[in-house]
């Protein structure tokens, strides 16, 4: 008594000046914006890789395996291009400039664009290198088609796994021909290769649809295929498939794209892309070939429709020819010899260029008014030309009959023959020259480049897809971190706690690899303590700036023990009380650590101690002091277990003879050590708190949210227990050299020999 009255006293603020602790204002006002370095945020960001970086490489090595994969099964894919010039306009031949307007107009480079794409050209060459029949061989899903392109045997390959039904490479099919029922397309159906080129085709229902061998066309229940070849081990299935028009017309459009190589260049390049380089050749060329083709049939389309009128008007002149000339001599040999005066021969000669002109005029209404109706312009201005054509004739008529009988007959006969004459030739004459521009014609485009088809696949190269998935993988690998990250809210910073709890941090204990091995030796048996195996430790140098600071903070306690405690278990809470006595025994002290945790407690294994003859047989009465007080092989170190475990720890805590061994054991060493259960799991630290100068919280980084710590201090001081501070413990001081630069190293200081 007279011992502690002879202790000075100190405020906080003192013995904060003296230990260089801080006072919760001070803890807090250091926390501010002034103080932060701008360059800690990248300190920050390398803290976390660091720490994340087996997951980063992990992650990484994943997204690189996968690439691997991707390469490996990934189907090539080949490009053929080719290239057309659409031309201004295009006069045909020379000498048929005045049958241009027959030929059509010219062509925008957009329009051919559209015709390009257009069903009427893809169509055309789907149905002639039927593109709407799909065979192929049915492979391993993933890996069966990679292994089959890369074997190169004359023979179909031998099968992988023991999988007989699936095509692993050599195999060919064939099928020219394939009919299916209008409900059946776009399905799939399976052939199944035989014995000396048999086969069956069965629905996806694996119904028996056909029987058939290769050469011969195979029919029944409204299906019908003709297999030209099939090269394949007797049970390979092959995958069959008849597409509708649109169907495969939209898959050609899909791998098939045309665009215009400059502005206003009118050249198109048309490219095709797809896994079989020789057939996207042939499939590009038959484009180009059925684009030009039907250009140059667009082109002569009215030239035959021209040609398709005259040769069906052609014959009826010829009969009419015939009639007018036989009618003309006959009646000039009833008569004798008649020549015509020269005023009738020039009444003749107007009468036959009037009725030529009106059969001219005739003629192109006809071909008018399979465009456009009466009321047009066009039509309408034909047939006023018609009707003074009408009153020339009728006024060439009142001159005829002017004229004897005999000279009006001769007349008449004689413009019979002559208009039916000159018709006939110059119908003739322009049905010839229809037909020579009708094969001169060659339209308005023309294939500059057939189509070529690169040697190698296009696409990323495998070091480029390699690459990318690498860069993937780490995108993706901190996309992970930033959700483990912002759902991880434990505490990994010592100034946390200052900050939001308003408890100053008396020791920050750094993680300690010698720990670790002594934990492997000890459970073989042989025990030993991190502060004497290894003094120099960066653990035993922070324990030892504890054990200054506790000198200053115990001297104002109305008692010298110390209670340790923490918010839950596993947080290192007794290999701080055994190091710390340790290095307090190191000075000459006389320590006494006491094992209060009657329900797990441990620390008797550490020394090779017995459990019996603890606190449990203390406070039961069957034990004196002396007898439970334990040496240990550390000078000034003694060791007070807790006994055998009793069913009611709290109770057993809470007797009177557990408060007067406390101050028994006060009285008789220079510091107690009470490592007492965690806070939240149980009341016994509540209870021992009232019974000892100052209680600590060990905190443990990574471990725990704020809140629980929060919750532990709220719950000591209810029950009248004031938490002096905390230890911070496990501290990962590689990861704070890169999250706050040269504060980072204050963790780690030891001398070098």
Do not use: C
């Not at 999988?163 to 059946?184: H, K, M, N, R, Y």
């Not at 004459?429 to 009708?438: D, E, I």
């Not at 901190?478 to 809210?489: A, D, E, G, H, K």
């Amino acid at each position: 008594m007279d011992n502690e009255q002879s202790k000075p006293s100190f405020n906080e603020a003192e013995l904060a000046r003296r230990t260089g602790a801080q006072t919760p204002a001070q803890s807090m006002q250091q926390i501010s914006p002034d103080d932060d370095d701008e360059g800690l945020a990248l300190g920050e960001i390398i803290a976390v890789l660091m720490d994340y970086r087996w997951l980063i490489a992990a992650i990484s090595l994943l997204a690189l395996v996968l690439g691997l994969a991707w390469v490996f099964i990934a189907k090539p894919v080949y490009r053929a291009d080719g290239l057309l010039q659409v031309e201004e306009k295009s006069s045909g031949m020379g000498s048929l400039k005045a049958l241009q307007p027959l030929l059509g107009d010219d062509t925008t480079v957009s329009a051919e664009l559209e015709i390009l794409t257009s069903r009427m050209v893809l169509g055309r060459v789907v149905n002639k290198l039927k593109l709407d029949i799909v065979a192929l061989p049915r492979t391993l899903p993933l890996l069966g088609g990679a292994i089959a392109r890369r074997y190169d045997g004359s023979e179909p390959n031998s099968p992988w796994f023991g999988l007989t039904s699936f095509a692993w490479g050599g195999e060919t099919i064939q099928v020219d021909s394939l009919t299916v029922p209008d409900a059946a397309l776009d399905l799939d159906l399976t052939l199944i290769a035989g014995e000396r080129g048999a086969f069956e085709v069965f629905d996806d229902d694996q119904q028996l649809l056909l029987q058939g061998r290769v050469g011969e066309r195979a029919s029944g229940q409204d299906y019908s295929i003709f297999v030209a070849q099939l090269t394949a081990r007797p049970g390979t299935q092959f995958r069959l498939r008849k597409l509708s028009a649109e169907t495969a017309v939209d898959d050609l459009r899909k791998a098939y794209s045309v665009k215009e190589a400059g502005k206003k260049s009118s050249i198109l390049e048309l490219s095709l892309l797809g896994p079989d380089p020789a057939r996207i050749g042939v499939v590009l060329d038959d484009i180009m070939n059925t684009y030009v083709r039907q250009n140059v049939e667009r082109r002569s389309a009215e030239a035959e429709k021209t040609l398709q009128f005259l040769e069906t008007q052609l014959p009826a002149l010829k009969t009419q020819l015939d009639s007018a000339e036989a009618a003309y001599n006959n009646y000039r040999q009833s008569r004798g010899s008649l020549d015509l005066s020269l005023e009738t021969q020039s009444v003749l000669k107007s009468m036959v260029e009037v009725e030529n002109a009106a059969v001219l005029l005739k003629q192109e209404r006809d071909e008018l008014r399979q465009q456009f109706t009466a009321e047009h312009p066009r039509i309408q201005a034909v047939d006023d030309k018609l009707q003074r054509l009408a009153e020339r004739r009728k006024s060439f008529e009142r001159d005829v009959a002017a004229l004897p009988d005999t000279q009006q007959t001769v007349l008449r006969l004689a413009r019979d023959v002559e208009v039916s004459t000159n018709l006939y030739t110059e119908l003739l004459n322009t049905a010839q020259q229809l037909r020579v521009s009708k094969a001169g014609t060659v339209g308005d485009v023309r294939i500059i480049d057939a189509a070529a088809v690169a040697r190698k696949p296009v696409g990323a190269k495998p070091v480029a897809i390699l690459a990318i998935a690498l860069l993937l993988g780490l995108l993706f690998s901190l996309v992970v971190i930033w959700l483990l990250r912002s759902l991880r809210v434990v505490v990994e910073d010592p100034e946390v706690i200052e900050a939001q709890l308003g408890l100053p941090v008396y020791a920050t204990v750094p993680h300690s690899k010698a720990e670790l091995e002594l934990q492997r030796k000890a459970r073989s048996g042989a025990a030993e303590l991190l502060a004497v195996a290894y003094p120099e430790d960066d653990a035993v140098e922070s324990l030892r700036g504890l054990r200054t600071t506790l000198h200053f903070a115990l001297l104002d306690a109305r008692r010298n023990s110390l209670l340790i405690t923490g918010s839950s278990p596993g947080l290192g809470k007794s290999f701080i009380s055994i190091n710390l006595g340790a290095v307090l025994a190191q000075v000459g002290k006389r320590v006494l650590i006491l094992d209060a945790d009657l329900r797990r407690g441990h620390i008797h294994k550490q020394f090779g101690l017995p459990r019996a003859l603890g606190v449990s047989e203390y406070v039961a009465g069957q034990a004196s002091l002396d007898d439970i007080i334990k040496a240990t092989a550390l000078p000034n170190l003694w060791v007070v277990s807790t006994g055998q475990i009793p069913p009611n720890p709290s109770e057993l805590l809470m007797h009177e003879r557990f408060s007067a061994l406390l101050s028994e054991l006060g009285a008789s060493f220079d510091t107690v050590i009470v490592d007492a259960p965690p806070v939240l799991a149980v009341s016994d630290a509540a209870i021992i708190g009232r019974h000892v100068g100052a209680t600590l919280m060990v905190a443990r980084s990574g471990k725990h949210p704020i809140r629980e710590l929060e919750q532990a201090v709220k719950r000591l001081n209810q029950a009248g227990v004031e938490v002096k501070g905390f230890v911070f413990n496990d501290l990962d001081v590689s990861r704070q050299s890169y999250r706050y630069g040269y504060k980072g190293y204050v963790y780690r200081y030891s001398y070098k020999g």
